[in-house]
């Protein structure tokens, strides 16, 4: 599968922003589905994921209660809906897709395939 990240962009601190990813290829539904953030000089780390039937999500504690991720199998499409930012979400944001035997997966060594990145700029 080929996945493609867009929406980023600058927004001030307390908005709000929606990333999108498109997916081609092998059937979307077959895939946990997740979100993934790389901040400058720190490592990647985990924000959501989201289950094949779209019936489970796991946020990271730091985003919990402020974005919310789905996806639209339909459309082959993952969001997330990024609300009350706050500087600390700036990072490139990368969407992942996981052939994992769970339901989920917050590891990202789990993911088998990667879109290029958008990047999110919070400013205070």
């Known amino acids: 599968v080929q996945l493609q990240a867009f929406g980023g962009g600058l927004v001030q601190a307390g908005g709000s922003l929606r990333l999108s990813c498109a997916a081609s290829?092998?059937?979307?539904?077959?895939?946990?589905m997740g979100w993934f953030r790389q901040a400058p000089g720190k490592a990647r780390e985990f924000v959501a994921t989201?289950?094949?039937?779209?019936?489970?999500?796991r946020y990271a504690d730091s985003v919990k209660g402020r974005f919310t991720i789905s996806r639209d199998s339909a459309k082959n499409a993952l969001y997330l809906q990024m609300n009350t930012v706050k500087p600390e979400d700036t990072a490139v944001y990368y969407c992942?897709?996981?052939?994992?035997?769970?339901?989920?997966?917050?590891?990202?060594?789990?993911?088998?395939?990667w879109g290029q990145g958008t990047e999110v700029t919070v400013s205070s």
């Open positions: 290829g092998r059937t979307f539904s077959s895939y946990i």
């Open positions: 992942a897709a996981s052939n994992y035997r769970g339901s989920t997966s917050v590891v990202d060594s789990h993911y088998d395939f």
């Open positions: 989201i289950s094949r039937n779209e019936s489970v999500t």
